[in-house]
């Protein structure tokens, strides 16, 4: 399984910016997909996930990010509006996925990072 994140870049305060994440490589769909993000010299930490077509925000998101989810293309966006200079770090796309070898967990998969710069 792998996970493709693009979108990132540099955008003074108040601007947008929307990640993708395309997944390739499971034959189940996902049960979650969504994005964590890491500040510098911080913890990664979910920002917004979509558990069965139910979403989910942090709170220092809501209202101003919006998931979106096409199961058809097994992908993922976040729509980032409104962004802050505490919005900056790198965001990582995950894929909580059921085992392939019969078992009933779900495995975990990340794509790599991608950096989101706001500018004051």
């Known amino acids: 399984v792998q996970l493709q994140a693009s979108g990132g870049g540099t955008v003074q305060a108040g601007g947008s910016l929307r990640l993708s994440c395309a997944v390739s490589g499971n034959t189940v769909e996902a049960n979650d997909i969504g994005w964590y993000r890491q500040a510098p010299g911080k913890q990664r930490v979910m920002a917004a996930f979509d558990r069965r077509g139910v979403t989910n925000y942090a709170e220092s998101v809501k209202g101003r990010f919006t998931l979106s989810r096409d199961s058809a293309k097994n992908t993922v966006h976040l729509q980032m509006n409104s962004l802050k200079p505490e919005d900056t770090g790198v965001y990582y796309c995950?894929?909580?996925?059921?085992?392939?070898?019969?078992?009933?967990?779900?495995?975990?998969?990340w794509g790599k990072g991608t950096q989101v710069t706001v500018s004051s």
């Open positions: 995950y894929a909580d996925i059921p085992s392939s070898d019969g078992g009933y967990y779900l495995v975990r998969y």
